[in-house]
């Protein structure tokens, strides 16, 4: 167990911390929260200049969406975080085999990425707002995620590198929900990779069951 020194070496080192995290661009008390708990369950995964750049994206305000699920602001983050459990979920009630124990997460952190691109905010600090943005650069979501989840992780060198498996993941996680001409390879990628389809279904679990 631990001993008071070091449960108050915990608690500097967390205000330390929540205070380099205030001290990014105009967080809110909502976002920091949320970057604070996400530091506290993917920290070793996730440094805190890549946690810093994330929250830049607008990972902790953005809703998952504006009609159907998670729309609240920080919704995004929830609705990713909730899909990881429930594929952290599967993984241990059904014994799914991943190339590595890091993907679960991995792939519930960025299977929606692409949704940073759908928002922009406006308003002031009191009342922050999010738009559809009329801007965004590139068509589709699956392989958009992909693309832009690499841009993040190639700016940091100990960020991890998606394996063929990940990438299969975020790419077909709308299953059939996609047009009609992909569905060959999304068999495809479900023989070769089974974690495809709970990928797919954790998602769905998550957004239309439990409608975060």
């Not at 631990?2 to 990014?24: A, D, F, M």
């Not at 909730?82 to 014994?95: I, N």
Request: charged letters at 25%; aromatic letters at 12%.
């Amino acid at each position: 167990m631990e001993n008071i020194e070091q449960k108050n070496l915990k608690v500097t080192e967390s205000k330390k911390l929540y205070e380099r995290y205030e001290s990014g661009n105009n967080r809110t008390p909502g976002e920091l929260r949320l970057m604070m708990e996400f530091t506290e369950s993917a920290g070793n995964v996730f440094s805190e200049n890549m946690i810093n750049d994330m929250a830049d994206l607008g990972f902790f305000r953005y809703p998952a969406s504006q009609t159907f699920h998670g729309t609240q602001d920080g919704g995004l983050y929830e609705h990713s975080m909730a899909v990881f459990r429930q594929l952290r979920y599967f993984t241990s009630h059904l014994d799914l085999k991943w190339q590595r124990p890091e993907s679960p997460l991995l792939i519930g952190i960025f299977h929606d990425w692409a949704k940073l691109q759908n928002y922009e905010q406006i308003g002031s600090e009191d009342d922050l707002r999010y738009i559809h943005s009329t801007e965004r650069l590139f068509p589709g979501h699956g392989e958009v995620s992909i693309i832009l989840a690499q841009q993040l992780l190639q700016n940091h060198i100990s960020a991890p590198h998606f394996t063929e498996e990940e990438i299969a993941c975020i790419r077909y996680h709308m299953g059939a929900f996609t047009d009609q001409k992909e569905w060959d390879y999304y068999t495809n990628a479900i023989r070769k990779y089974p974690n495809v389809l709970w990928t797919h279904t954790a998602d769905m679990v998550i957004s239309q069951i439990h409608g975060i």
